[in-house]
């Protein structure tokens, strides 16, 4: 999917940036774009662990232009290249993982 944008979230919904950030620390527990990245390393890892997809196409799925910025993301958040995560070679982080599942809030 498209890559979600702080300025352009809060322009949709008709709200500045900062009462976007005040709104998402008190509903979610954090700001917006670490909401964001936090989603997008749940669907990643999610997409590389249950299906059978291409990682390329999980890549765009999870809002990322090419295959480096998603590598980078999944070894910075994750623990492990989109490769090793699929192969289930233990070295994802778990304790990285548990951190980035987003709560259920309703």
Sequence with gaps: GPRLKVPELAQAVGISQAQLARLFVAEHGMPPLQFI???QAQRAHRLLTGTVEPIKAIAAACGFPDLH???R????????SPREIRAGQGVVDTFRVETYRLQDRT
């Design 73 to 80: 993301f999944t070894r910075a958040r994750l623990g492990a």
């Design 37 to 39: 990245r936090t989603a």
């Design 69 to 71: 910025t998603f590598n």
